[in-house]
């Protein structure tokens, strides 16, 4: 995974057994998605990347207020869908900002209030270990899941809480898996008999490297190598897990470990760009030491899940696949923004399953940490201009990398993320500016947000223009 250290005296961390990509050449894009740049046509839902999509939606939440009931990304049409209620009579002009906005506009039962007030019913009735929860907003209802686990009397409980929220506030299924924390033995980053993989480079609050990882492995081990019978090359600093988040920093020991910013795909580098929220349709990919990469799709927000060891909240849930090993590994965008670290889930990846993963967006303001190499790893070695970074030995785990892929090769450019990945052309019509001076200009006269990010996917089917391909 993008991550290595890499001290000048050796290529280092490379969190990712690669097989699983086939022979597929996985190029990055600078897809654009496009906009008609027509403002007559304002009226009418634009066509938006998913990284734009999730900036409208946070500008569009605090502009409607009350009456913003969630939104979503339909990444068939490309556009943001926004759920809306108590419109009623529209004396706000909420459904004519928002539609000015460039959003499609749908008006929906149950208020993002009603859903925390029975989220919290479910947290007070029915934390049951083997259950999860989160909001679903293509539906307005929240998504209750149980596994394999939750059988007979707990079943019970849990169904009559449900059926107590009514139908049309939350539905329940079942997962043929179980949940856990996906930590295991094996290779990556090893630490205390336990295998995990390393999600993403940081800069620490004090400007030493470091990387982000689950957090619970951060408390399984306080020391982990990049092999299984080496020498520690980084010591904990801050984990949390179970409770509100799964994730932890853990500081590189020697100072001048170069930590650069991106995921290691085997034959190619994604350069990482910035951190960014996650949205629902979104598709996004997993890097992980046991399966490498896989690909879906964002369900839910704001999830809760009861794990064995403890409840965890504030979660992401998707459809992509995980496997032991492969926690803390890094979800992302095909055009560089770090979304999440893997947490946990159900099933594999043959028969699939629910994984949920941390945000990075919270773990770095919990933590205090700032993603990328700025700081000890900015100058010479470590960025994507010096040795670290951009070729050399920086590829998928050389020799000592302990990911045991075979993909010691060159880092693989910068055409994987390249400078035009939010920046440049990148965002100008996929409405990376123009979704938010829409937001100001027309939809309520704030200036909400200029600048929308310029980056994200091309929708649900990721063989377009971009080179990464599905996988499981």
């Not at 969190?15 to 740049?37: C, F, M, W, Y």
């Not at 990284?51 to 990444?75: H, K």
Request: charged letters at 20%; hydrophobic letters at 35%; proline letters at 3%.
């Amino acid at each position: 995974m993008s991550h290595k250290r890499i001290p000048k005296r050796k290529a280092a961390i490379a969190v990712g057994g690669v097989a699983a990509l086939g022979a597929a050449a996985l190029l990055l894009p600078n897809a654009n998605a496009s906009q008609d740049g027509d403002n007559s046509a304002a009226a009418a839902p634009k066509t938006l990347k998913a990284a734009d999509a999730s900036d409208l939606a946070s500008q569009l939440e605090n502009l409607l207020g009350d009456a913003f009931a969630g939104s979503y990304y339909d990444s068939d049409r490309q556009q943001l869908v926004v759920n809306v209620v108590n419109v009623s009579g529209d004396d706000n002009n909420v459904i004519v900002q928002a539609k000015k906005a460039g959003a499609k506009v749908r008006e929906v039962e149950n208020s993002t209030a009603e859903l925390e007030a029975a989220a919290q019913t479910l947290k007070t009735e029915a934390t049951i270990p083997g259950t999860a929860w989160a909001v679903d907003p293509r539906t307005n209802k929240i998504l209750v899941t149980a596994d394999s686990t939750v059988t007979g009397d707990k079943w019970d409980q849990l169904e009559s809480t449900v059926q107590g929220l009514g139908a049309d506030t939350a539905t329940i299924k079942k997962s043929a898996g179980t949940f856990k924390t996906f930590a295991s033995g094996g290779d990556a980053i090893f630490g205390g008999g336990a295998r995990c993989s390393l999600g993403f480079n940081v800069t620490a609050g004090d400007g030493s490297p470091a990387f982000l990882t689950a957090g619970h492995c951060g408390v399984a081990a306080e020391q982990w190598s990049d092999s299984e019978a080496g020498d520690p090359i980084a010591t904990v600093d801050q984990a949390v897990f179970p409770g509100e988040g799964d994730f932890a920093l853990v500081k590189y020991d020697d100072p001048a470990t170069a930590a650069p910013s991106e995921v290691d795909l085997g034959d190619q580098t994604v350069a990482i760009s910035q951190a960014a929220e996650a949205t629902v349709g979104a598709e996004v990919f997993r890097m992980g030491s046991t399966t490498g990469l896989a690909n879906g799709q964002v369900l839910g927000l704001d999830a809760t899940v009861n794990y064995p060891e403890g409840t965890v909240t504030g979660l992401i849930q998707t459809d992509v696949c995980a496997e032991p090993g492969d926690s803390g590994g890094s979800l992302f965008t095909q055009d560089g923004l770090a979304i999440g670290l893997t947490s946990g889930g159900s099933g594999d990846c043959t028969v699939g399953g629910e994984t949920f993963f941390q945000p990075v967006t919270t773990a770095l303001e919990a933590v205090g940490a700032t993603l990328g190499d700025a700081g000890a790893g900015a100058g010479g070695e470590a960025g994507a201009g010096g040795e670290a970074g951009a070729g050399e030995e920086a590829g998928a785990g050389g020799e000592e990398a302990g990911a045991g892929a075979g993909a010691g090769e060159e880092a693989g450019g910068q055409e994987v993320g390249g400078q035009e990945v939010g920046g440049g052309e990148a965002g100008q019509d996929a409405g990376g500016q123009d979704a938010g001076q829409d937001v100001g200009q027309e939809a309520g006269g704030e200036e909400a947000g200029a600048g929308a990010g310029a980056e994200k996917q091309n929708g649900a089917g990721a063989e377009d223009e971009s080179g990464l391909t599905e996988t499981h």
